[in-house]
């Protein structure tokens, strides 16, 4: 039974922070973040807007272009690794809000990953007999965990969400493959302490509550685990790169999606990229560009996807699909 996204939709806060604005903030300039990152702009939630609000949004954004699409959901999955609670779920909190209460509702810890393990549990569910008809969420407001005065991260960062009906579809439609992987010796450089002050690799009272992250480190797993993933995806489909109409990535860093798109052999104009306006929004990266290039018209019926994203975990996921 062939599984795909049937309706997909999104939200982004409409406060701006520009490079510009960075600049009054602490020592950077606009010169150095567009040229390491691509980044020239990010969207930032309100201080009473969480990620469920994001999520709540992105179903609004989800229900406007697809009337009734809602019906029939009976399990709600949300992506987030800045959720409003340990518990409820971001998920639970956000089904009872878009009328949903009842359906089964769980979070997905992978940081900036998330959305792509999300589709392969929602796969797993429907295929396992479980769901019928799956809402899943990638939701963040990673603003509200970025140290402010550290100049090396929360530029990177921005907020925002994307909603997607993952079910049934016609033959020669969906998901094709799927690759997960995390290497948990990774995990110190880019974490987020919770209960614990304790991560492995991460010196004991290093007592910043804030995300914390060894950007070079990262680079360089997302460069390594962004291809070897696409790949390992697009091989399990049976494709190579000149089979991708368009790749859609985690929106991380212009730099790590150009050396990725190099080594698959898919080039950066099949590639969607809109991390200059929105920066790094984690979990929700990945249906934002998705939905994006559907609404200009890039991505048509039948095209052949490729999803790949890294994050915290260190983890990765890929999966090719037939839009
Ligand atoms: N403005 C000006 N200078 C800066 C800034 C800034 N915003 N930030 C750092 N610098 C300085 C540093 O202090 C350093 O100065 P020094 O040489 O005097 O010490 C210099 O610039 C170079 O710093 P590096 O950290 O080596 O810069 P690099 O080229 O590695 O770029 C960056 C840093 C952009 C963070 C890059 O490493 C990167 O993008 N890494 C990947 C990070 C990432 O994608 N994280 C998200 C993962 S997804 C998730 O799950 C959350």
Redo the contacts with the bound molecule.
């Keep these: 039974m062939p599984i795909g996204i049937t309706a997909l939709g999104t939200y982004v806060p409409t406060r701006v922070l520009t490079n510009k604005d960075?600049e009054g903030m602490?020592?950077?300039?606009d010169e150095?973040?567009v040229s390491?990152?691509g980044i020239r702009e990010r969207r930032l939630a309100g201080e009473e807007e969480f990620a469920s609000d994001m999520g709540v949004r992105a179903v609004n954004d989800l229900v406007a272009r697809y009337p009734g699409a809602l019906e029939g959901v009976d399990l709600v999955l949300c992506a987030t690794?800045s959720p409003d609670a340990f518990f409820p779920s971001t998920a639970a909190i956000v089904a009872g809000q878009v009328g949903l209460n009842g359906a089964g509702a769980l979070d997905v810890s992978v940081?900036?990953?998330g959305f792509v393990y999300a589709l392969s549990v929602a796969q797993g569910m429907l295929m396992g007999g479980t769901a019928t008809k799956v809402l899943v969420l990638g939701a963040e407001v990673?603003s509200k965990i970025v140290d402010w005065t550290d100049?090396?991260?929360c530029?990177?960062?921005g907020d925002g969400a994307g909603a997607a009906i993952v079910e049934e579809v016609p033959e020669g439609y969906g998901f094709q493959s799927f690759v997960l992987g995390a290497d948990s010796a990774g995990g110190s450089s880019?974490y987020k302490f919770a209960i614990a002050d304790r991560i492995p690799g991460v010196p004991v009272g290093t007592g910043n509550a804030m995300?914390g992250?060894n950007?070079?480190e990262?680079?360089k797993f997302?460069v390594r685990v962004l291809t070897d993933s696409g790949q390992k995806a697009m091989h399990k489909a049976g494709l190579k790169g000149s089979d991708i109409d368009w790749m859609v990535p985690?929106q991380?860093?212009i730099?790590?999606i150009e050396s990725a798109c190099g080594r698959f052999g898919v080039p950066i104009d099949k590639t969607v990229v809109n991390l200059d306006r929105f920066g790094?929004t984690?979990s929700a990266s990945v249906p934002l560009a998705l939905r994006e290039a559907l609404d200009d018209g890039r991505i048509q019926d039948g095209d052949q996807l490729l999803l790949v994203a890294?994050?915290?975990?260190?983890?990765w996921g890929a999966s090719a699909m037939k839009w």
């Design positions: 960075l602490f020592d950077t300039s150095w973040i390491r990152t690794s940081a900036c990953t990673l100049r090396s991260t530029i990177l960062f880019l995300l992250m950007g070079r990262v680079f997302a985690h991380a860093n730099r790590i790094n984690s890294f994050g915290g975990g260190l983890s």
